[in-house]
């Protein structure tokens, strides 16, 4: 009780502390009612005060004086005051405390006055009267009262009871043991007891104890007895039947006493008819409750020992003794099992459906102690039993089903038994929530209580439709809403008692299986989140709650890992059955130690995954939730230690994930949207998962990895990519895709996916990118784009037609309103345009019953009008309207979405499953061993598969067909050219070719198909030339910005393109016809309506050649750049590129050599430092090395004429123009090659940043540009010559400014490529006009000489037409050998220009685009050359004039087409052989001079390269840039050193010079270098100043050139 005298009121006594008190007692004695209540504060009142005083807290004097006050109150306040003093006495002599004592009988002593000497004299002890002086001595106060007793009570009557009178309970006996069945009733029979006792005397009390025997031994006459005990009550005290029971209780509390359940069951009917209280019996029983929550304790301890030896590693020896001291201590546990009676007289109240009285003793106890009796367990089932029944009839009995009616107890005060859910909750749940995990001991009451659960569960969806229904019409009605909050409390009941008591009663059943099949019933009709939300409950608390349940858990472990110890592929079944076993009971605990496991050792995955085929569906569902608990553990890193790769556990995981979500029917959805919502949450590590699913459950397999064969099979039908498409054939999809499928649509997900991963990809990078290692990001980047791609996939294959238009929204909607990158959203949306053309196609066909071809196609036509127009309209808001002034909207929907499936058939794939069928068939006829039914079903199963595979190729043959006809009719609006080819093409490849070549490896495919398919089609407009061109110069940028994986998909891109282009080259035939007539070739890009093309106008064979090589220089020199910057992603990326694209490069010996070396220092560097890269480099060079053998010399790669017998022996060119070089010297420059490529490639890297500025301020400082094309091989020469002869001047003011080559990145050139061009072509083609007409007087003496040089270059052997580059560089080593030659040839040249003019040449082959360049460049360059060249032949000068006189030709005759007439061929020739004969002779004689010389120096080439003194470098650099300026916009830097650089002008030049022109070059050359000999001497001393000023300004001209040239493509 609590203090009612606070201890303030002690401390302030005299302030305000006794008048409190006064009040207090006032207050209590105010209150007249004599209930114990009151009477028991005020004696504790009086008790706390004298206590205070006793502890010395409070004078006696004081107490005294308060007690004077307070005793008036009551008239029997003196005697309560003598009980305090009692109380007091007795227990203050029991102190050893003397001052406590003394203050006792002070406090007696000073209240003496206020309570009667007789009234103490009874109550307190003789020795405590003695010492206050109320007796004299207490020895001889004992003896008085001792006598007195004897007297009053011992002394015996004349009559003696039981001897003399005991007739009367005879009779008292018969009277209440007679038979009670006929009219007797309890008044009857309590009059006769009545008679009894006053005749014979009897005791009233024992007749009462007699009537309570003789109802024990007839129980079954409760309606007799209990109102006949009710009635003898009125004759006694309120308290003597309680007593006498607890007399009866106290009688068996014996050690070896047992109560009987007759007394139990008596006690329990009695309270049951509030006869007695149950406090007042409760005391009377044993044991304590403390001592049963000493009890409790104990178990729990107990339980936790448990654990703990079990979790403990004994050792063999030790265990034998531990088990014996076990065995020891549970014998003695087992001998005294204590009576207790306080549940003996629960279970009796339960039994008689008492359920007040038997909840409140429940709860004096601890939580589920009374029900871990199981006695007790099962009387409370029995009880719940009886309540449910009529529920239970009406709505849980299944079909069928019988079962065995429970009858109600015939106890009118039971429980009122259920008739709806409702009464359910009042009492029912209450009594299950006190049974706890102890309904394990009735699985029929489990299994009806669920059944209850399952039932109201169907009601709640009806009543949920009916309300939803309702709602609509009637918003007011009040009632219905009313139901729905009832409806809902039930549910969250119901969700308790699953949580309380069915989940742990199922943990204690022993493996039944059909408890958890029953409980699933219930809980599938639970959304996922409450499923997840009670096992996470189960797991993670129920079995903390109860020591039984905490030894469960820590069996189950054991058990676990004793399974898991001993489980391999080869034990499955028996190792499965025993795990389905302990699952059945306990499987959240089972699982999670399971998934431990399989975090650790993941070939641990298979066997667990075939081992879990005896689960229920509980447990799979339990499972799934298990797994995504272990997915979301914080405590888990994500990352390993180097935080550069994903952790292996989530990795192991993931696997399993999918292989056991394939395997067995789970439920997906919660597994789903944990990953949607890591996804929201900005997380991608989890996408594993997902990709894991869709790999496993529908067969799509996303892996870089792929074989050619494979992808190729990708490109065609489902059933092809099923059986040739992936590395794994995974069967038998069709169920477990279709399961998915179902999972995401049902709770929405397949767009969000979709949509937060595209999201999500850029995410990577910027959220997640942070600190994270670039390897890690790149990763993820990688990972999330490709579940993206493997999800659209599987959405694309397997939703229909309506799912899919109806959740995937617009293109325009996808990107604009949820922010989809562009590649992503036509990802999306391509499988629904094609899924809407098919439909619509059928619904046309079905209309029309017209089965020609021709009717087919124009309704395929028509379909797909329909559905792409509404698309052609949506992509406009894509991009800004500038864009499309080049491509079409058309054109631009139509690439991106079309597939591979569209374009081609891949007929050798599905050759190759049919004939893998038949030998599977064949196989299948061989096997003697096989059944005879499973070879039927096999071969059944064979024939099917190729007739499917066979169907499939004639419907996506005719399917083809159509749409190459559809490509036909739209082509001509494809590409509408507003500006210029060139920004067509930068369009083209910008927005569609590079995001969709490295959006996955059949999209990189597709996107050379479609170049192709573009260039087949003859579409206008469209330069195939300057697409490859575009694609292969400059791939160092596009390498360096790829993820792992997209570099894969680029170099599968590039390797496609390479295959086209290798084709081309390796034929002239193929070359011809697929080539040849092509518009994609013409080498003049004229104005966009004019049409007429002549052959003179396309690409020939030779010159193609020429840039293939070109191409594959510059492929090498962005390789050998990139394994130079020792940057991971560089070097990673160019090694996976040059592994994809290996087939087809290199092909070119020395190329191959150069990457050879650059990749053997990357194995030397990388070996120790990244050991990825090491592998990967290895992996390369290992291959490589296999290719040699199949690597061919330059010189078979593009044709090279050899030279000439008598007249010009040993030419060697060095101007953009290439002529005659003998076999000699192309061997040597190879020779060369191969020594120095490692030179060279170091060379690159100091050089990469010259051309770009260099060549855009040339063209600021070219005031006078003509247009000039480097492919057309035209024989219009007259305006260039006349253009060389005006120009002389200018053009050496001009040389002396133009030599330092400025240092720029590369990359500039690419974006002013674009740029620059339009914007001063107009004003260039004018100034171009005005120079052609002021020149073309000059040119009749030009043919003349062209003529004459045609006869002699007849008698003579034609010469090899050498690239520019590579006579270049010989040219310089030879100049570095000998000085005085150097001086020779630059007389010589100079001589020439001022006789000439300078002419110009045009370069041919660009390496971005084959478009006009400027003249004017063009000559520069050649009389910079000229001067540079160190060479004193005559005749190679002459021809290197020539040869570069035919090229600018050819470029003045377009520019002619679009300006002034041409003059006539005949007259042009004339003029140009009379110069020809007189220099013919001076020629021949300087190149026999020159032959022997080179023949000597042929040896020091190599050493000599080397030894290059400083100003040849510069002037080396110089050339460089002057010929990448004029090659091309993109342009190639001066890095270029000069062995690669002579590659490239070699292809340059041979393109423009065809063979037909090579005998009047040769013989022009010749009349040039004639002429430049005479004035040799003259310059020899200029030589040098020359050189010193080109040095220092050459870059700006350059510059110049290359701008003008940027302008007209």
């Known amino acids: 009780m609590a203090a009612l005298l606070p201890a303030e009121w002690i401390k302030n006594w005299e302030k305000g502390g006794k008048s409190e008190f006064v009040q207090l007692c006032r207050a209590l004695s105010e209150n007249k009612s004599h209930d114990s209540m009151n009477f028991r504060d005020i004696q504790q009142a009086l008790y706390e005060l004298a206590y205070h005083v006793v502890r010395g807290n409070l004078k006696h004097d004081q107490a005294s004086n308060v007690l004077g006050d307070v005793i008036e109150f009551r008239e029997d306040m003196p005697s309560i005051l003598a009980d305090v003093f009692c109380i007091l006495d007795i227990e203050t002599s029991c102190l050893e405390e003397k001052s ?45 009262s001792v006598k007195i007793k004897t007297k009053l009570f011992y002394k015996q009557q004349k009559f003696n009871l039981l001897r003399e009178e005991n007739e009367g309970y005879a009779k008292l006996i018969a009277e209440l043991g007679q038979d009670l069945s006929g009219n007797m009733t309890s008044d009857l029979i309590l009059e006769n007891i009545k008679s009894l006792i006053g005749c014979f005397n009897l005791d009233p009390n024992r007749v009462l104890d007699i009537i309570l025997e003789v109802y024990e031994c007839r129980p079954e006459y409760d309606d007799f007895f209990v109102p006949l005990i009710e009635s003898y009550m009125y004759m006694c005290e309120p308290q003597t039947l309680c007593h006498i029971l607890g007399f009866k209780f106290k009688f068996y509390q014996d050690p070896s006493g047992e109560t009987p359940c007759s007394l139990y069951r008596v006690a329990a009917v009695l309270l049951q008819h509030n006869l007695i209280d149950l406090d007042d019996l409760y005391v009377h029983l044993l044991p304590g409750d403390n001592a049963i929550i000493e009890e409790h304790k104990r178990e729990i301890v107990e339980a936790k020992q448990i654990v703990r030896k079990l979790t403990m590693v004994v050792l063999s020896s030790e265990k034998t003794e531990e088990k014996e001291k076990e065995k020891e201590k549970e014998e003695e546990k087992t001998e005294k099992p204590p009576d207790n009676q306080k549940l003996g007289l629960l279970e009796a109240l339960l039994k008689i459906g008492d359920w007040q009285h038997a909840q409140s003793i429940m709860d004096q106890m601890p939580p589920f102690y009374a029900t871990s009796h199981k006695p007790i367990a099962i009387a409370l089932c029995q009880l719940v039993h009886v309540t449910i029944e009529p529920l239970y009839r009406r709505v849980g009995v299944p079909k069928g089903a019988k079962g065995s009616p429970i009858s109600s107890l015939p106890n009118k005060r039971a429980p009122k038994q259920a008739d709806s859910f409702e009464d359910l909750r009042k009492e029912v749940f209450n009594m299950l929530c006190y049974l706890g995990p102890h309904l394990s001991h009735d699985p029929i009451l489990f299994a009806k209580v669920v059944r209850l659960g399952k039932a109201f569960m169907k009601e709640v969806g009806t009543m949920k439709k009916f309300i939803s229904d309702k709602v609509v019409k009637f918003q007011s009605d009040g009632s219905k809403q009313e139901d729905k909050e009832k409806m809902e409390i039930l549910f969250s009941c119901l969700l308790s008692i699953t949580d309380q008591v069915l989940l742990p009663s199922l943990s204690l059943m022993d493996c039944n299986a059909c408890m958890s099949e029953e409980l699933w019933g219930m809980f599938k009709t639970f959304p996922y989140q409450y499923r997840y939300r009670l096992y996470g409950q189960w797991k993670n608390e129920t079995y903390n709650s109860h020591p039984l349940l905490v030894k469960v858990k820590a069996q189950t472990i054991d058990r676990a890992k004793y399974i898991m110890k001993r489980l391999t592929k080869e034990n499955v079944k028996p190792s499965g059955r025993q795990i389905g076993k302990l699952s059945h009971s306990n499987p959240t605990i089972l699982f999670d130690y399971i ?11 298979t066997p667990v995954v075939d081992s879990l085929k005896y689960l229920t569906s509980l447990n799979y569902d339990v499972l799934a939730y298990c797994i995504i608990e272990a997915l979301a553990n914080p405590e888990k890193e994500r990352m390993k230690h180097d935080d550069t790769t994903i952790s292996s556990w989530l990795q192991s995981l993931a696997s399993f994930c999918g292989a056991v979500f394939r395997k067995y029917p789970i439920e997906l959805a919660g ?16 996408l594993l998962i997902l990709k894991e699913v869709v790999q496993k459950m529908a067969g799509i397999e996303i892996t870089e990895e792929m074989t050619m064969e494979q992808l190729e099979a990708m490109t065609g039908g489902e059933q092809l990519k099923a059986e040739g498409g992936y590395f794994g054939q995974i069967r038998n999809t069709k169920k477990s895709s279709q399961r998915l499928k179902d999972a995401l649509l049902d709770h929405d997900l397949a767009l969000p996916l979709c949509l937060l991963m595209a999201q999500q990809r850029n995410g990577v990078i910027f959220q997640e990118g942070g600190e994270k290692h670039l390897k890690l990001v790149g990763k993820l980047y990688d990972q ?18 309506e799912d899919y238009i109806k959740r995937v929204p617009s293109i325009d909607v996808l990107c604009n309103e949820f922010h989809t990158p562009h590649d992503a959203a036509f990802f999306l949306s391509r499988p629904m345009y094609a899924h809407h053309i098919s439909s619509k196609y059928d619904e046309l066909k079905k209309a029309e019953k017209g089965n020609k071809q021709q009717h087919k196609v124009h309704k395929y036509i028509t379909s797909c009008e329909l559905v792409m127009a509404p698309v052609h309209d949506a992509v406009i808001s894509l991009h800004l309207p500038k864009v499309w002034d080049d491509i079409s909207p058309q054109f631009y929907a139509t690439f991106w979405s079309l597939t591979m499936y569209d374009l081609a058939v891949p007929h050798s794939s599905y050759d190759r499953e049919v004939n893998k069928l038949k030998v599977q068939m064949k196989a299948i006829d061989d096997n003697q061993e096989m059944p005879p039914n499973k070879k039927k079903k096999e071969k059944e199963r064979c024939t099917a598969l190729q007739d499917k595979l066979l169907e499939e190729e004639k419907k996506q043959l005719e399917h083809v067909q159509r749409v190459l006809q559809r490509l036909k009719l739209e082509k001509d609006n494809w590409l509408l050219a507003k500006s210029t080819k060139n920004e067509t093409i930068t369009k083209f490849l910008q927005l569609c070719i590079f995001p969709r070549c490295i959006f996955s490896a059949i999209d990189a495919v597709y996107c050379a198909h479609f170049v192709e398919l573009v260039h087949q089609q003859k579409t206008p407009n469209f330069s195939t030339l300057l697409c490859y061109d575009r694609v292969f110069s400059d791939i160092i940028y596009t390498v360096a910005s790829c993820t792992e994986n997209e570099a894969s998909r680029y170099g599968r891109f590039l390797c496609c393109m390479l295959e086209t282009v290798t084709r081309w080259h390796s034929d002239r035939v193929i070359y011809e016809k697929e080539c040849g007539n092509y518009p994609g070739f013409l080498t003049i890009l004229r104005a966009t309506g004019f049409d007429g093309g002549n052959k003179a106008d396309q690409l020939d064979y030779e010159n193609f ?13 962005a390789s050998v750049h990139c394994l130079e910057t020792g940057e991971y992603t560089h070097i990673r990326n160019i090694l996976i590129v040059l592994t994809k694209i290996l087939p087809w490069y290199p092909k070119v010996l020395n190329l191959g050599q150069a990457l050879e070396r650059r990749v053997h220092k990357i194995c030397q560097e990388e070996k120790e430092k990244r050991p990825d890269l090491y592998a990967l480099a290895m992996g390369y060079s290992g291959q490589l090395k296999s290719r040699k053998p199949f690597m061919i010399p330059e010189n078979e790669f593009h044709h090279k004429d050899p030279p000439a017998r008598n007249a010009v022996a040993a030419t060697v060119q060095n101007g953009p123009g290439g002529a005659g070089m003998p076999t000699s010297l192309t061997i040597n420059t190879v020779k060369l090659d191969e020594g120095n490529a490692e030179e060279t490639a170091d060379k690159l890297k100091e050089k990469s940043q010259g051309v770009v500025k260099v060549t855009n301020k040339a063209v600021n400082a070219a005031p006078k540009v003509t247009t000039s094309n480097g492919n057309s091989a035209s024989n219009s020469k007259v305006i260039k010559e006349k253009d060389d002869k005006e120009k002389s001047g200018k053009e050496k003011d001009k040389e002396k400014k133009d030599k330092t080559p400025a240092a720029t990145p590369e990359m500039k050139a690419l974006g002013k490529d674009g740029k620059d061009k339009p914007k001063e072509e107009r004003a260039n083609k004018d100034e ?32 090899t037409i050498v690239t520019i580059v590579e006579s270049k560089s010989t040219v310089e080593k030879e100049r570095e050998k000998e000085p005085s030659r150097e001086k020779d040839v630059a007389k010589e040249m100079k001589s020439k220009e001022n006789a000439k003019g300078g002419e110009k040449m045009p370069v041919v082959g660009s390496l971005k685009s084959p478009v006009p360049r400027s003249e004017t460049s063009e000559s520069e360059r050649e009389q910079k050359r000229r001067k540079v060249d160190t060479h004193s032949s005559p005749s190679h000068s002459s021809t290197v004039k020539d040869n570069l006189n035919e090229l600018k030709d050819s470029s003045a005759k377009h520019y002619i087409n679009h300006t002034t007439p041409t003059l006539s061929k005949s007259k ?23 032959e022997k010389d080179r023949k000597d120096r042929k040896r020091d080439h190599s050493n000599s390269d080397r030894e290059v003194p400083q100003d040849s470098t510069k002037r080396r650099k110089e050339e460089n840039g002057t010929t990448g300026s004029s090659k091309h916009s993109k342009s190639e830097s001066p890095s ?74």
């Open 595 to 605: 998934l431990s496991q399989i975090q650790k050792y993941d070939n641990l995955i």
């Open 1105 to 1117: 050649r020429h840039v293939v090589h070109k191409w594959h220089y510059k492929l090498t020199k």
């Open 671 to 686: 597994l789903l949207q944990y990953v949607a919502n890591q996804l929201k949450a900005g997380k991608s590590f989890d």
């Open 1468 to 1490: 042009e020739r004339e003029v140009e052989k009379k110069d020809l004969d007189k220099s013919r002779e001076r020629s021949r004689e300087r190149e026999k001079k020159d």
């Open 1328 to 1359: 171009k006009v005005r120079e052609i007409k002021e020149k073309t007087p000059k040119s009749e003496k030009e043919k003349e000489k062209v003529k004459k040089e045609e006869k002699a270059s007849k008698e003579e052997k034609s010469k």
């Open 100 to 144: 406590k004592r003394d203050h006792f009988t002070q406090l007696v002593l000073a209240c003496l006055y206020l309570v009667s000497d007789t009234v103490l004299k009874e109550r307190l002890d003789p020795e405590t009267l003695e010492s206050l002086g109320l007796i004299k001595q207490s020895q001889q106060f004992n003896q008085k």
């Open 1536 to 1609: 270029d050193s000069p062995r690669l650089n002579e590659k490239e002008k070699e292809k340059n030049k041979s393109k423009s010079s065809g063979k037909e022109k090579g005998d009047s070059i040769k013989a022009e050359k010749m009349e040039k270098s004639s002429s430049g000999s005479k004035k040799e001497s003259r310059h020899d001393k200029e030589k040098a100043e020359k050189k010193e000023k080109r040095d220092s300004t050459g870059g700006k001209e350059e510059k110049k050139h290359h701008k003008s040239s940027d302008k007209h493509r």
């Open 784 to 801: 999330c784009h490709d579940t993206l791609v493997q999800f659209g996939g599987f959405l694309a294959s397997n939703l229909s037609t």
